[in-house]
């Protein structure tokens, strides 16, 4: 084996096993908020890992130019759909969209 696919390979594996942790991570965990923080592994580890192993194979081909712009994709939606998720779980546990005027809404300060 070469240099390139050894570290191929090393990409790979640290790329499926940021996706691993998310699948173990929302089957195991119980309430939506938790599964959300879940996502973030796959989302960074793996969207960062699967398309360097993929420049390092093939460079700035046209499979290369495809995977940078998958990463930035992933990278850029999903902090705004773990938000959208977290919003509506919200309104619908509450059955409102902002809180209401007596809603006390401690802040992480207090609730240690």
């Given at each position: 084996?070469?240099?390139?696919e050894i570290?191929?390979?090393?990409?790979?594996?640290?790329?499926?096993?940021?996706f691993a942790?998310?699948?173990?991570?929302?089957?195991?965990?119980?309430?939506?908020?938790?599964?959300?923080?879940?996502?973030?592994?796959?989302?960074?580890?793996?969207?960062?890992?699967?398309?360097?192993?993929?420049?390092?194979?093939?460079?700035?081909?046209?499979?290369?130019?495809?995977?940078?712009?998958?990463?930035?994709?992933?990278?850029?939606?999903?902090?705004?759909?773990?938000?959208?998720?977290?919003?509506?779980?919200?309104?619908?546990?509450?059955?409102?969209?902002?809180?209401?005027?007596?809603?006390?809404?401690?802040?992480?300060?207090?609730?240690?």
């Open positions: 084996m070469s240099v390139n570290i191929v390979c090393v990409l790979l594996v640290i790329g499926v096993s940021g942790v998310t699948s173990l991570g929302l089957l195991l965990s119980d309430d939506l908020y938790d599964q959300i923080h879940f996502l973030a592994p796959g989302s960074l580890i793996g969207a960062v890992a699967i398309p360097a192993a993929v420049l390092v194979h093939d460079g700035f081909s046209q499979a290369g130019v495809k995977a940078i712009l998958i990463a930035i994709l992933l990278f850029i939606s999903n902090p705004v759909l773990s938000h959208a998720t977290a919003r509506a779980g919200r309104v619908r546990r509450k059955r409102q969209l902002p809180p209401a005027a007596d809603e006390d809404i401690p802040f992480a300060e207090e609730q240690r």
